[in-house]
């Protein structure tokens, strides 16, 4: 699946929907909630949009983020990381997945913390400025559509997902991984 023409920001956090659907009443956004929707819908939805951004909360990486979380909580093994990590590669080799511009993730300090360890370090370690930490679920999200961070885009992702199984809580973005 192409890449959709609009900026797309996924947000994440206890108050995403909320959030989402404070958005709904400007022109320029296209925003939905997607409960249990596939990687494949999300995108064709997402590709069938003229509208500037393109705001949603399916996370092409939620099973990676998932594993990498319950592998550091002990709730899961090593192998259903590795096996998430080359699900999402081969999706991404098929055109099958897109990272999202951005990632917003709401309350952060309200978050666990290997979660927290998650969003602001594994994935902000790779574009930090396409990982915005954002206090409310509240209409000051419409304000950050105005004014989204520019910066380097987010790297393939065959050349930093597969780090993720190396990427330790506490130690990630360190000078290593």
């Known amino acids: 699946?192409?890449?959709?023409?609009?900026?797309?920001?996924?947000?994440?956090?206890?108050e995403a929907t909320s959030a989402i659907h404070a958005l709904e009443r400007y022109a320029n956004v296209r925003a939905a909630v997607f409960d249990e929707a596939s990687d494949d819908d999300v995108a064709r939805w997402s590709a069938s949009t003229?509208?500037?951004?393109?705001?949603?909360?399916?996370?092409?990486?939620?099973?990676?983020a998932n594993a990498?979380?319950?592998?550091?909580?002990?709730?899961?093994?090593y192998g259903v990381l590795e096996l998430e990590i080359d699900r999402a590669?081969?999706?991404?080799?098929?055109?099958?997945?897109?990272?999202?511009?951005y990632y917003v993730v709401l309350q952060p300090e309200h978050l666990a913390v290997t979660w927290k360890h998650w969003w602001l370090g594994v994935l902000?370690?790779?574009?930090?400025?396409?990982?915005?930490?954002?206090?409310?679920?509240?209409?000051?999200l419409a304000k950050l559509?105005?004014?989204?961070?520019?910066?380097?885009a987010w790297p393939d992702v065959e050349s930093?997902?597969?780090?993720v199984v190396g990427a330790v809580p506490d130690r990630v973005g360190l000078g290593g991984s």
């Open 1 to 14: 699946m192409e890449a959709p023409a609009s900026t797309t920001l996924v947000v994440v956090g206890d």
């Open 50 to 64: 003229a509208a500037p951004y393109v705001v949603h909360d399916h996370d092409p990486l939620a099973h990676v």
């Open 68 to 77: 990498w979380v319950e592998f550091f909580d002990d709730q899961s093994t």
């Open 89 to 101: 590669l081969e999706a991404a080799g098929r055109h099958a997945m897109n990272v999202p511009d």
């Open 124 to 140: 902000a370690a790779e574009s930090p400025t396409r990982v915005i930490p954002w206090p409310a679920a509240d209409d000051s």
């Open 145 to 152: 559509l105005r004014h989204l961070p520019t910066g380097r």
């Open 160 to 163: 930093w997902l597969p780090r």
